[in-house]
């Protein structure tokens, strides 16, 4: 029996690639595939457009007859719209991310009420030290805040979930930016309406059919070691991975200890995990964070490792690099690293016994254990 592959695509932002798959499976959109545009691109939105276009040329050519774009403006002054109009594509309507979460008329009206607002996603909340502290220099130089906030008076954290540790995170957040601080819980808002609009488009054409046999892509593009390449399935890369996995370095099975089963702030990372053409060392699918670990033959291979990471980048991945020397001799900066990186776990998504929760395959395909197919679940 033949099955659908999916037909639809979401291109995404990074920064919204969390709540988007939240979406889709909570709706259980299986026809569609969701791919991610590296969120450190909003630093550079004149990049955006560019990089729009490749990865929708890309759909095309891989057989995506309908495609969605999850990015609002973000600064490229109407770049994104035209490109959209250029090649076919649907973009969610807003200036901003915070308008689609909020709802447009809601955040206009808060815009009304005090136009000296700083917003706060859950990913924002989540990333708070690293994108603004870090990424504005703040923590460097402190006397610049009154320069770049001076002119706020109000932060508002828009929130995606029920999560008392991101609250906590928003709250310390207006303190430090010394505004005062609201709270307006908006869920998905019109990003959920806008996925689910996507999932019930009609197709221009006939969806492409699966061959017997093949492997179901993940709900995200490239997640997860369940979607290798085809040329790699099964052969070189596989059996890289377990040589990788059987040879570790020293750095690595130190590294490995900290990080396995959990125990790392609760998060699940695994090792030797096969995606496209390479091996990564350590990924956590649900943080999008990988971690590489180098030896000194890196420092002759700088060109490869950057190519490298800007192809994970594309797929929605931030990477981090460390040297073997600084893992065997400063672990506990290394894991203060990570730490500042993942920011808190999310809430276990099944608050089973211990002994039950760990019989449940995961939700993330590739992740681990076995996903059941629909027929087995109705069949039990």
Not at 188 to 193: K, N, P, Q, V
Not at 202 to 221: D, H, I, M, Q
Not at 363 to 375: K, M, W, Y
Request: proline share 6%.
């Amino acid at each position: 029996m033949t099955a659908a592959a999916p037909s639809v695509l979401l291109i995404a932002c990074g920064a919204l690639a969390r709540e988007t798959l939240a979406v889709v499976r909570a709706s259980r959109l299986d026809h569609i595939a969701v791919t991610c545009l590296p969120a450190i691109l909003h630093n550079r939105p004149n990049l955006i457009p560019d990089r729009l276009r490749q990865r929708i040329r890309t759909a095309r050519g891989q057989g995506y007859d309908r495609i969605f774009v999850l990015y609002a403006d973000c600064g490229t002054g109407g770049g994104i719209d035209a490109v959209c109009a250029e090649e076919g594509a649907e973009r969610i309507a807003g200036p901003h991310c915070y308008s689609f979460y909020a709802g447009a008329e809601t955040f206009d009206a808060l815009m009304e009420e005090e136009i000296g607002t700083f917003f706060l996603t859950d990913y924002l909340a989540r990333h708070f030290d690293r994108l603004v502290m870090e990424g504005l220099g703040l923590d460097r130089h402190p006397e610049l805040r009154e320069l770049m906030f001076g002119h706020y008076r109000r932060l508002i954290y828009l929130s995606q979930t029920d999560d008392p540790a991101l609250l906590e995170k928003a709250r310390t957040a207006a303190a430090r930016l010394a505004l005062t601080f609201e709270h307006r819980p908006t869920g998905y808002g019109e990003l959920a309406t806008f996925v689910r609009r996507a999932a019930e488009a009609p197709s221009p054409r006939p969806s492409p059919t699966r061959r017997e046999g093949e492997t179901k892509p993940s709900p995200l593009v490239g997640e997860g070691g369940a979607r290798r390449s085809r040329e790699g399935e099964g052969g070189a890369l596989l059996n890289r991975a377990r040589d990788l996995r059987h040879n570790s370095t020293t750095a690595e099975r130190r590294l490995w200890r900290a990080l396995r089963s959990r125990q790392f702030e609760g998060w699940k990372f695994c090792r030797q995990v096969p995606f496209h053409s390479y091996v990564l060392d350590f990924v956590c699918f649900d943080a999008r964070l990988v971690v590489e670990v180098d030896g000194g033959q890196h420092a002759d291979r700088r060109e490869a490792d950057l190519k490298r990471t800007r192809a994970l980048e594309s797929e929605g991945f931030e990477v981090a690099r460390f040297w073997n020397n600084e893992v065997m001799g400063n672990l506990d900066g290394v894991l203060k690293s990570l730490r500042q990186r993942l920011g808190p776990p999310p809430p276990h998504p099944d608050p089973l016994p211990r002994g039950e929760r760990e019989k449940k395959p995961s939700p993330l395909v590739g992740e681990g254990g076995t996903r059941r197919s629909r027929e087995g679940e109705g069949a039990r």
